[in-house]
């Protein structure tokens, strides 16, 4: 169980960690936000290996709340955590499939061996999620997993870096 969690505003593609997650779109081929900008610093490995997971394991896209891994092609990290948060809704509750999504995120890395982990706030950009309940659902999600490696929040906005901080209870580093 993870109680300690770091908060930094920082772009997610410059944070080391043994594995970098992304807030990807089903189709795990690129996009926007924070998944463009994985694909666009780590390089053409990261989208073969997502194109391969589409050809063999993964043909009709990865589903909201659920994680897979890929190399982290040229980003100072081992593997890239592929999750797809949920689009918010202001009539459907899909508040547990935004806790899957970090909660198989971490299940991916204990599989993987993985001792740091750093997370964006997954949902909160395009896909509308409220920052402060993103914040709340990721930090509870985290605390509330068996993981026992090092947690990390790369936040780019000081909105997301704030709630995150009150969510977490934590001063954390910029």
């Given at each position: 169980m993870t109680d300690a969690i770091e908060i930094v505003r920082?772009?997610?593609?410059?944070?080391?960690?043994?594995?970098?997650?992304?807030?990807?779109?089903?189709?795990l081929l690129g996009g926007g936000g924070v998944d463009g900008a994985i694909h666009r610093?780590?390089?053409?490995?990261?989208?073969?290996?997502?194109?391969?997971?589409?050809?063999?394991?993964?043909?009709?896209?990865?589903?909201?709340?659920?994680?897979?891994?890929?190399?982290?092609?040229?980003?100072?990290?081992?593997?890239?955590?592929?999750?797809?948060?949920?689009?918010?809704?202001?009539?459907?509750?899909?508040?547990?499939v935004l806790a899957s999504a970090y909660r198989r995120s971490l299940e991916v890395a204990v599989e993987l061996g993985a001792a740091s982990i750093v997370f964006p706030a997954v949902s909160a950009g395009v896909y509308g999620w409220p920052m402060d309940d993103a914040a709340r659902i990721a930090v509870e999600s985290v605390r509330a997993s068996p993981y026992d490696g090092s947690v990390t929040f790369a936040l780019f906005s000081a909105e997301a870096e704030e709630a995150f901080r009150r969510r977490a209870g934590s001063a954390g580093r910029s």
């Amino acid at each position: 169980m993870t109680d300690a969690i770091e908060i930094v505003r920082a772009d997610i593609t410059t944070v080391e960690a043994d594995a970098i997650v992304n807030a990807a779109n089903s189709s795990l081929l690129g996009g926007g936000g924070v998944d463009g900008a994985i694909h666009r610093r780590g390089g053409p490995a990261i989208l073969e290996a997502c194109r391969e997971l589409r050809r063999t394991v993964l043909p009709d896209g990865l589903p909201a709340g659920d994680a897979v891994h890929t190399t982290a092609g040229d980003l100072p990290a081992r593997w890239v955590i592929h999750t797809v948060g949920p689009v918010w809704s202001a009539r459907d509750d899909r508040s547990a499939v935004l806790a899957s999504a970090y909660r198989r995120s971490l299940e991916v890395a204990v599989e993987l061996g993985a001792a740091s982990i750093v997370f964006p706030a997954v949902s909160a950009g395009v896909y509308g999620w409220p920052m402060d309940d993103a914040a709340r659902i990721a930090v509870e999600s985290v605390r509330a997993s068996p993981y026992d490696g090092s947690v990390t929040f790369a936040l780019f906005s000081a909105e997301a870096e704030e709630a995150f901080r009150r969510r977490a209870g934590s001063a954390g580093r910029s």
